[in-house]
């Protein structure tokens, strides 16, 4: 089955797993999902809030159904889901600031209890603003994607300290290769353990199908027409790597030796061998750290030898 093929299938697998399992896939409430869609602007540019509704074994959109958005309390505006269950509102934000929305549906066309609310973030920052790129699985989840779906994954040592220091420093956004129908379950794990405020891009379903790299290099193409300071981004892959310095960012590819095969870690030796040299290498979120603030270099050229020797030992 080609690449293609098998992301389709695995979209389609959640889909079709039924209420209850969706529940334990996607974080539904009652055999509904309701996702906020959060944004990067700036000062001054008009943006629309989202919210979306689905319901049901196939996630059918659920339109005419009223959502209140509120902002630190008060009600900013309340609108209908449309055919495609999306609940819009216009909003401007003037200030260089984070914007907490909270988006509600109302009881009224339940059958049962409503979902429960989520976040709407809208981080509006200036156009210069430095900005941090960050994956999530295998970058701050300790494990795979499929620990996410059927587990409570772990944060990868350190990592929390770390991102809650790069924060003072940086607009952290989390872009993430998860389809987006997993937003709620995400924006949970990241504040639940403690990682700091930041917009959660995921992608839509074009997205998911269209793969990692190539989401994730057009999605920071959108960004990088608006904002000229992408200053660094932290994946576990080397397309995420090289997505980010196509819009010149700095880069630190997060390796998994110890999970790799002697013909993988060749291949990847490879791989890591044809990095630019402004991309640093490493194995842990201590190393991050002494990269990031105390200068350390981690050179592509030093990790390739590195897994080599991992190679040649693993296969003895």
Same mark, same amino acid.
């Given at each position: 089955?080609?690449?293609?093929?098998?992301?389709?299938?695995?979209?389609?697998?959640?889909?079709? /797993?039924?209420?209850?399992?969706?529940?334990?896939?996607?974080?539904?409430?009652?055999?509904?999902?309701?996702?906020?869609?959060?944004?990067?602007?700036? !000062?001054?540019?008009?943006?629309?809030?989202?919210?979306?509704?689905?319901?049901?074994?196939?996630?059918?959109?659920?339109?005419?159904?009223a959502v209140r958005f509120l902002l630190d309390g008060r009600l900013y505006g309340i609108t209908?889901?449309?055919?495609?269950?999306?609940? %819009?509102?216009?909003?401007? !934000?003037?200030?260089?600031? #984070?914007?907490?929305?909270?988006?509600?549906?109302? /009881?009224?066309?339940? *059958?049962?209890?409503?979902?429960?609310?989520?976040?709407?973030?809208?981080?509006?920052?200036?156009?210069?603003?430095?900005?941090?790129?960050?994956?999530?699985?295998?970058?701050?989840?300790?494990?795979?994607?499929? %620990?996410?779906?059927?587990?409570?994954?772990?944060?990868?040592?350190?990592?929390?300290?770390?991102? %809650?220091?790069?924060?003072?420093?940086?607009?952290?956004?989390?872009?993430?290769?998860?389809?987006?129908?997993?937003?709620?379950?995400?924006?949970? *794990?990241?504040?639940?353990?403690?990682?700091?405020?930041?917009?959660?891009?995921?992608? #839509?379903?074009?997205?998911?199908?269209?793969?990692?790299?190539?989401?994730?290099?057009?999605?920071?193409?959108?960004?990088?027409?608006?904002?000229?300071?992408?200053?660094?981004?932290?994946?576990?892959?080397?397309?995420?790597?090289?997505?980010?310095?196509?819009?010149?960012?700095?880069?630190?590819?997060?390796?998994?030796?110890?999970?790799?095969?002697?013909?993988?870690?060749?291949?990847? /030796?490879?791989?890591?061998?044809?990095?630019?040299? /402004?991309?640093?290498?490493?194995?842990? *979120?201590?190393?991050?750290? %002494?990269?990031?603030?105390?200068?350390?270099?981690? !050179?592509?050229?030093?990790?390739?030898?590195?897994?080599?020797?991992?190679?040649?030992?693993?296969?003895?």
């Amino acid at each position: 089955m080609s690449t293609l093929a098998t992301r389709a299938a695995s979209l389609a697998l959640v889909l079709l /797993a039924g209420c209850g399992a969706q529940t334990v896939l996607l974080g539904t409430s009652g055999g509904h999902l309701f996702v906020g869609y959060d944004q990067l602007v700036t !000062p001054g540019e008009e943006t629309v809030l989202e919210a979306r509704l689905q319901s049901g074994d196939l996630l059918s959109d659920r339109p005419g159904h009223a959502v209140r958005f509120l902002l630190d309390g008060r009600l900013y505006g309340i609108t209908l889901t449309d055919r495609e269950g999306m609940a %819009q509102l216009p909003f401007t !934000p003037q200030r260089e600031m #984070d914007y907490f929305f909270i988006a509600t549906p109302t /009881a009224t066309g339940f *059958w049962s209890d409503p979902p429960s609310a989520v976040d709407v973030l809208v981080a509006c920052r200036r156009s210069d603003a430095p900005l941090l790129i960050v994956d999530i699985d295998r970058t701050l989840v300790e494990s795979g994607f499929t %620990q996410v779906l059927l587990g409570e994954p772990q944060p990868m040592p350190h990592s929390v300290p770390v991102m %809650q220091r790069l924060a003072k420093e940086f607009c952290v956004v989390y872009l993430t290769h998860r389809p987006e129908l997993f937003s709620p379950k995400s924006k949970l *794990w990241l504040c639940r353990n403690g990682y700091p405020a930041g917009p959660v891009l995921l992608a #839509d379903v074009e997205g998911f199908i269209k793969g990692s790299s190539g989401f994730k290099s057009a999605r920071l193409a959108e960004l990088s027409e608006k904002f000229t300071n992408i200053r660094l981004g932290i994946g576990d892959l080397v397309t995420d790597v090289l997505a980010y310095r196509s819009v010149g960012a700095g880069g630190y590819l997060i390796l998994h030796p110890h999970l790799l095969e002697p013909e993988e870690l060749l291949d990847l /030796a490879r791989q890591v061998d044809e990095l630019p040299q /402004a991309i640093q290498v490493v194995t842990g *979120w201590d190393e991050i750290e %002494q990269g990031i603030f105390e200068g350390r270099r981690f !050179p592509p050229g030093q990790m390739a030898a590195r897994l080599r020797e991992l190679a040649r030992s693993d296969a003895q």
